[in-house]
């Protein structure tokens, strides 16, 4: 039933992108995707880039759906941002973690706001420079309970990101890096609370991208995020191996394999990534 709405609501968004304008001040793929936390950027790792194609005199809306199948369990997410003349973005989404192998769900709202510092990820000598904020409202706590976190109610992430696309520089190919550093205590995304028996304080964890565009609509890349190990349960680094397709500056697809190790006490969790961002104006 869930990957039926997960269908309906990418089918949606498409049927709306192929009617309505995306900002045309950028250059096609300079808006990145969009993460599983809602911010622009990556599949797993937000980047320094505003969502959208929003120039310094635009704004813009995007929207986007994201399932992730694991071995023991399913990620599903959705959510919506604004890009504000390519200086602020403001995002909101919605996490469910299926628990398939041992029922029942958990439920997680996100809100986000980051602003671009300096550069563009282009035309400046440096690379473009964002600072973020996601505040994470958990509303299941039973399974973060359960596992021993120490606090299950709410949390925020702080992060810092810089971004750069270097022009031909692969093989005549064009390359993009991201490197952002995170200061957390959220466990698995703060679906199992934050802070734990390990650690109750902020750590910095460092989270990185790089991509290589292989086409004006086809980029190929991998990303690494580092996690907090807070809990008596392990939790692992995440890592995956990309695909993404844009065919104009109204939609993107990406399709990735994503290696997220042990999850509450589940080993070697990997599977296939599935998302899809439409820019609706």
């Known amino acids: 039933m869930k990957q039926v709405r997960f269908l309906s609501q990418t089918f949606a968004l498409l049927l709306l ?10 250059l096609l793929a300079t808006a990145g995707l969009t993460q599983l936390e809602g911010s622009g950027g990556g599949g797993i790792v937000p980047w320094a880039t505003v969502a959208g194609y929003d120039s310094e005199d635009e704004f813009s809306v995007a929207a986007f759906s994201t399932q992730v199948n694991l071995d023991d369990y399913r990620l ?7 890009g504000i003349y390519d200086r602020i973005e403001i995002s909101a989404a919605r996490q469910t973690f299926d628990l398939t192998s041992l029922g029942g769900d958990i439920n997680q ?25 996601q505040y994470k409202k958990l509303q299941d706590p039973g399974v973060a309970k359960l596992v021993g976190a120490k606090s ?49 304080h902020y750590e910095v964890m460092l989270e990185g991208s790089l991509g290589v565009l292989v086409s004006r609509q086809l980029a190929i890349g991998v990303e690494y995020r580092q996690k907090p190990d807070n809990l008596a349960i392990k939790e692992d680094d995440w890592k995956d191996l990309f695909v993404t397709y844009l065919p104009n500056k109204h939609v993107n697809f990406t399709a990735a394999w994503a290696q997220l190790g042990d999850i509450a006490g589940a080993k070697d969790q990997q599977g296939l990534y599935l998302s899809m961002t439409g820019y609706l104006w």
């Not at 599903?76 to 604004?82: C, P, Q, R, T």
């Not at 109610?153 to 031909?168: N, S």
Request: cysteine-free; aromatic content about 10%; charged content about 10%.
């Open 17 to 26: 992108t192929q009617t309505t304008l995306a900002g045309e001040g950028k």
């Open 76 to 82: 599903n997410a959705w959510g919506v941002s604004v």
């Open 109 to 133: 709202n996100i809100f986000g706001v980051k602003t671009r510092l300096y550069g563009d990820v282009i035309y400046s000598a440096w690379p473009q420079t964002s600072i973020g904020l």
């Open 152 to 200: 299950y109610d709410d949390g925020t992430d702080l992060y810092l990101a810089m971004t750069k696309v270097h022009l031909g520089a692969l093989a005549g190919y064009n390359l993009i890096w991201n490197i952002t550093a995170r200061a957390t205590k959220a466990n698995q995304l703060g679906l199992l609370g934050y802070g734990g028996i390990n650690n109750n």
